[in-house]
């Protein structure tokens, strides 16, 4: 069992930047590939990033290359999501996904945090 823990959202204005972070639970963090996730109010759940278990493999959203990074540090089994010229329909609920991997299909992820709340105002 991996439990997922999100930080980092808020309330911030078009054009600026947010870092959210996962902390994961488990001593064997480095060996799942992480993804980031996103769900806005009365829409899907869609894929934003995901990066394989060594960082070695980096996945985005056409949504969001070019303006978020994601990385990981397996000595603190954090995983981030740095958005930068966020926009309005950035608004979401973003959760960090742990699984075996490196996908956008949300079925391929074992374990999901509860989510923090991104808001974009224009």
């Known amino acids: 069992q991996v439990q997922l823990v999100e930080s980092g959202g808020g309330l911030v204005q078009a054009g600026g930047s947010l870092r959210l972070s996962c902390a994961a639970s488990?001593?064997?963090?480095?060996?799942?590939?992480m993804g980031w996730f996103r769900q806005a109010p009365g829409k899907e759940r869609e894929f934003v990033a995901a990066?394989?278990?060594?960082?070695?493999?980096?996945r985005y959203a056409d949504s969001a290359k070019g303006r978020f990074t994601i990385s990981r540090d397996n000595a603190t089994n954090t995983v981030n999501l740095q958005m930068s010229n966020l926009k309005p329909e950035d608004t979401a609920v973003y959760s960090c996904a742990a699984g075996s991997v490196v996908a956008a299909g949300s079925s391929y992820y074992d374990y999901w945090g509860q989510g923090t709340q991104v808001t974009v105002s224009s």
């Open positions: 488990r001593r064997t963090f480095e060996t799942y590939n």
């Open positions: 990066i394989s278990w060594n960082g070695g493999v980096r």
